[in-house]
């Protein structure tokens, strides 16, 4: 059974600060997904990682995947107020691509 | 507005009752999702449509059922509702089904809560 394990779960940054959210997953995978959602809100999808190596960047946001470690980063650079949300790692689990298992999420606060 | 609507926002219903869920995907987009976002148990895939035929399932339970009509939408069928099935429940949509990568779209949620 495909797990997969966030860190941390709660995240309190000042403004300007650097910071890494970290995604393990147990069974091998090669889609991985990075989604934010703000309180009650939907899921905004942030990334698609389809290939060991593979980094993203979008803004004060980057993601990279690494398959043999079953590991994927989430760096934030020189946070601002406006990153304050919960951040999802997704990996795909099976043939469907929609068969997402998600992490618990990360809670992110940014403090000015 | 990611392009997938979903009905009713909020629903508030009685133990043992029975409630839809609708969900329209963003235009082109052949496979459907279903998920439940929960306290205890976070987001939890529930089942996927891709052009009318179900694909994969997850952890949904035999309580709930699921369909996509000819015209692509879906609904998610609720019955024997128990207090524990208050949740959120997202619908997605993506153009492909398998090993595409493509980017899933969500929806913002129907609220249900069962009292």
């Known amino acids: 059974e495909l797990k997969v394990e966030q860190n941390p779960l709660f995240l309190s940054m000042q403004e300007g600060k650097n910071y890494t959210i970290y995604c393990n997953y147990s069974?091998?995978?090669?889609?991985l997904y990075w989604y934010r959602q703000d309180p009650g809100k939907s899921l905004e999808s942030l990334f698609v990682l389809l290939s060991n190596g593979a980094v993203k960047q979008e803004g004060r946001l980057m993601a990279s995947l690494d398959t043999k470690a079953r590991l994927s980063t989430l760096h934030i650079t020189a946070a601002v107020h406006d990153l304050s949300a919960t951040y999802f790692c997704?990996?795909?689990?099976?043939?469907?691509?929609?068969?997402?298992?998600f992490g618990k999420g990360t809670k992110l606060s940014v403090k000015p | 507005d990611s392009g997938v609507t979903q009905t009713p926002k909020h629903l508030i219903t009685a133990t043992g009752q029975r409630v839809t869920l609708r969900c329209s995907p963003r235009?082109?987009?052949?496979?459907v999702y279903w998920y439940q976002q929960s306290l205890d148990q976070g987001l939890q895939f529930l089942i996927q449509?891709?052009?009318?035929?179900?694909?994969a399932k997850g952890n949904i339970l035999e309580r709930f059922s699921a369909q996509q009509f000819p015209d692509l939408h879906s609904e998610l069928n609720l019955s024997s509702l128990e207090l524990g099935d208050s949740a959120l429940y997202f619908c997605a949509s993506s153009v492909g089904w398998s090993f595409s990568g493509n980017t899933i779209y969500f929806g913002e949620g129907s609220w249900l809560t069962v009292v």
């Open positions: 997704a990996v795909a689990y099976g043939g469907s691509q929609g068969n997402l298992i």
């Open positions: 235009s082109g987009d052949l496979s």
């Open positions: 449509y891709y052009n009318g035929e179900e694909r």
């Open positions: 069974t091998t995978s090669d889609r």
